[in-house]
């Protein structure tokens, strides 16, 4: 298979599917879950399907085991998974990267975003450090995208029963843009 750029993408389409995904994930419907990361990472990492197959089937797993484990997460086997996931895409990118610490930030990351009280960083550091790594891009270029970012997940958390789905994928819309812009101004 060619291997592609990380820095293409639509980030308008992946916001879209992004937000898809988070409604399927805090409803716990967990195989439309797989069936939109199936096209976010194609959309996103440009795999063909078999690849896309096995590195979604990574990803929605751990996102499964980390939203049904609250309290009591494996994390040893989410990170495993995640790991495995980002080692597919790394394989087909032409942007190298470290696969192992973007799954270990990953991972990181959403536990920050559960726990906010266990740990000194924030949301906001962690989604930028974890992005930083993946796409080899300074934290600090990274800051509209972890702000957008956080702030979606902000508006979730104050407002968990009754989500304004819209009002999310703008923020997600918001960050993609940035990401995108950040990335490809290298």
């Known amino acids: 298979m060619k291997e592609r750029s990380l820095k293409e993408f639509n980030p308008v389409e992946i916001a879209r599917l992004e937000t898809r ?13 797989f ?5 976010l990472i194609n959309k996103h990492f440009h795999l063909n399907f078999f690849l896309t197959l096995k590195a979604s089937f990574y990803l929605a797993v751990s996102a499964m ?44 990351w959403w536990l920050i975003d559960r726990y906010p009280h266990r740990y000194e960083e924030n949301r ?9 790594v993946l796409y080899s891009i300074e934290r600090d270029k990274l800051k509209d ?9 902000e508006l979730y958390d104050q407002n968990e029963k009754n989500v304004n789905w819209n009002e999310v994928e703008r923020y997600l819309v918001q960050s993609f843009q940035s990401l995108h812009k950040a990335v490809n101004a290298h």
């Open 21 to 33: 995904m988070w409604q399927a994930y805090y409803s716990h419907r967990f195989f439309k879950l």
């Open 35 to 39: 069936l939109i990361v199936l096209e």
């Open 65 to 108: 085991h980390f939203r049904l484990g609250r309290g009591r997460e494996n994390e040893r086997k989410i990170q495993k998974n995640l790991t495995k996931f980002y080692k597919i895409v790394n394989q087909y990118s032409l942007e190298k990267f470290d696969y192992e610490k973007t799954a270990e930030l990953e991972l990181k």
């Open 124 to 132: 906001r550091d962690a989604i930028g450090e974890e992005a930083g």
């Open 145 to 153: 995208y972890a702000h957008f970012r956080a702030s979606a997940m």
